[in-house]
């Protein structure tokens, strides 16, 4: 379960991120949409202890993020939208490197390391240096380096950036199953279409404030109430999002 309540987040003078109050919980698949600027990053920051809240509480299954980080970070898992690797280090390095910082014991780690291999098809580049690597293997070593820890939360930035196909549909999979068996995944993505397949509620912030929180039939509702509607079909959810998010000078969903 992630929890935001009455979170603030300032740079100087500038709002970033307002009055957020959110709960999402087990086992539901979030997805957070809005232009760009709109303050994701940074409830993402948050969420994974990277930034401190200007006023409120983040927390992860009952840690608060700033007085029980190493708790939190527990049960936490993060994939941030730029894959940070260690060039000099395999990818199987990577792995066994992450393992050791959750203190996951030698058998414990080997089984999952060798399952996350697998699972995400790194075998054949596994044992070479990530700094041959492309931003689609990056990205595909990072996830299985989130998952090591069987973490209870997934945060995930543009998780399909740079993933081709059969990527997306490797990481749409095991969204699914993991969802399925309980865990909470929180994400942020520009495409609607993505939100919409995968996403149990989406919430669309517009500086730093949430503006819509509900299920994607509940926008598709909203939209196709509109007077000047042409009915329920998929222009209308998307020219809802835009209307919602234009005071923002927000762009298109892909
Ligand atoms: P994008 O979709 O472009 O990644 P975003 O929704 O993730 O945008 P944020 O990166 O969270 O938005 O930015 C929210 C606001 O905070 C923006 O107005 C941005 O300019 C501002 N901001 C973000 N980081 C900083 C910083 N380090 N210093 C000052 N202002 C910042």
């Not at 009952?62 to 730029?82: I, K, Q, S």
Request: glycine content about 10%.
């Amino acid at each position: 379960m992630i929890e935001f309540s009455g979170v603030c987040r300032t740079y100087g003078t500038k709002v970033a991120v307002s009055d957020l109050d959110l709960t999402i919980p087990r086992g539901e698949l979030f997805a957070l949409l809005g232009p760009n600027g709109a303050g994701k990053t940074t409830t993402i920051k948050m969420l994974v202890g990277l930034l401190r809240p200007s006023r409120g509480h983040v927390r992860v299954a009952g840690h608060d993020l700033v007085l029980d980080p190493r708790g939190a970070h527990l049960h936490l898992g993060y994939v941030p939208d730029e894959p940070c690797l260690y060039d000099k280090l395999t990818g199987r390095e990577f792995l066994w490197f992450i393992a050791d910082m959750f203190g996951m014991p030698r058998d414990l780690a080997g089984g999952r390391i060798a399952a996350e291999i697998e699972h995400f098809e790194l075998g054949e580049f596994a044992d070479d240096l990530a700094e041959s690597y492309s931003l689609g293997m990056r990205q595909r070593l990072v996830f299985a380096s989130s998952l090591l820890h069987d973490p209870e939360t997934l945060v995930l930035d543009e998780p399909m950036v740079g993933l081709d196909p059969r990527s997306v549909r490797i990481v749409k999979d095991l969204l699914r199953a993991r969802t399925s068996a309980g865990m909470t995944v929180f994400m942020s993505t520009h495409t609607l279409a993505m939100a919409e397949e995968m996403a149990d509620r989406v919430g669309i912030m517009v500086r730093g404030r949430l503006v819509f929180l509900g299920t994607v039939a509940e926008l598709r509702e909203r939209g196709a109430a509109r007077p000047d509607s042409a009915g329920t079909g998929r222009e209308s959810l998307e020219q809802l999002y835009l209307d919602l998010t234009s005071t923002a000078g927000g762009e298109s969903p892909r």
